[in-house]
Nanobody, 127 residues
Framework: QVQLAESGGGLVQAGGSLRLACAAS????????MGWFRQAPGKEREFVAA????????YYADSVKGRFTISRDNAKNTVYLQLNSLKPEDTAVYYC????????????????????WGQGTQVTVSS
């Protein structure tokens, strides 16, 4: 059974930084593409960033490009999301997701690319 556990969320002032982590178990992590999504109250879940199984390809939503960085450590079965220059509109529950299927990196922006999801971690950015 695949388990994804996010951590690192919290309350931060605008302009601040956070690093989210997602620890995975129950899958061959080094063969899985990973993604981060977020969902704000009253809004649909939206794509944030994705990374290929080896880390050689990444893809970002336009709203976070240049501010957020996705990375992974296959030895630790963990994917990270570094959030810099945070804005109040970044406030949301952040979810990580795992995909055992191979697609072009852009397709990992779709929720349908993923078979497993974590429970989420809250990020709140105050103005």
């Amino acid at each position: 059974q695949v388990q994804l556990a996010e951590s690192g969320g919290g309350l931060v002032q605008a302009g601040g930084s956070l690093r989210l982590a997602c620890a995975a178990s129950g899958l061959t992590f080094s063969s899985a593409a990973m993604g981060w999504f977020r969902q704000a109250p009253g809004k649909e879940r939206e794509f944030v960033a994705a990374i290929s199984w080896g880390g050689g390809s990444t893809y970002y939503a336009d709203s976070v490009k240049g501010r957020f960085t996705i990375s992974r450590d296959n030895a630790k079965n963990t994917v990270y999301l570094q959030l810099n220059s945070l804005k109040p509109e970044d406030t949301a529950v952040y979810y990580c997701a795992a995909s055992k299927r191979t697609y072009t990196i852009r397709y990992y922006s779709e929720t349908t690319a993923y078979g497993s999801w974590g429970q989420g971690t809250q990020v709140t950015v105050s103005s």
